[in-house]
């Protein structure tokens, strides 16, 4: 497109005292150059809609096609925590070994619309979950620890302080409860519940509350817990 119209300022600038002289000829002229611009541009444009709906029906085929894959040995909340069957693994987890497993997360939806929704963070531990149960680790091998801070503490929060403090139900609850029901310890920070005004008995009763999610942290990867950080992508 640049192009054409640098093309038709050139011919402009350049053939001035021919129009000035002809304005008939340079009438048409002119014409034809805006037809032919607009010709072209059209169908640049016509080829760059047609393009774009074939991609996005493409996209849409591939996700369909992963999503009918998907497998939820544990976690079952959210279709983000799906995972995919592999059928040609070399590398094999250790089934006889305890696999510690810390998440740090501080995810929290910055809008009202996504605190109706279950939390992406949670959704993402239940697929790291998922993968290691289906990769054949037994589900009473996992030891898991989820320390939340920052505004994600209120993924905690019971059912009546959510309704109360976001005009709607809480959400993340029953996923909340499925990690529970793999023994996973549920941590606050108890800098973020005074800075964020989070009182401890607004949460529910499975959520123990350590000084500091930074002491929490280190607490527990010194005790040979992996690290996985749950957090917004930058």
Known sequence: ????????????????????Q??????????RISDSLISKSSAL??????????????DSLFWADLKNKAIYPVIKNSEFSGVFPVMNVTEKADSTMKYKLLFNMTLWP?????????????????????LHVASGVPRENLELAIVIHGGALNTYLTNDAFRKKFKT??????ILRQFSDLHARLIACGQAELFFNIPAENMITEVKT????????????????TLFNIEEEK
């Open 1 to 20: 497109m640049k192009y054409f119209i640098s093309l038709l300022l050139f011919f402009f600038f350049s053939r001035s005292d021919t129009f000035s």
């Open 45 to 58: 444009y016509t080829k760059s809609i047609r393009d774009s709906i074939v991609k996005k029906v493409k």
């Open 22 to 31: 002809s304005p008939a000829g340079s009438d048409s002229l002119m014409n």
């Open 110 to 130: 910055k809008d009202s619309i996504g605190r109706r929704k279950l939390n992406e963070g949670l959704a993402e531990i239940g697929r790291i979950i998922n």
């Open 169 to 174: 139900d809480n959400p993340n609850l029953d």
């Open 210 to 225: 350590a000084f500091s999610a930074r002491v929490a942290l280190s607490t527990y990867q010194l005790k040979g817990y």
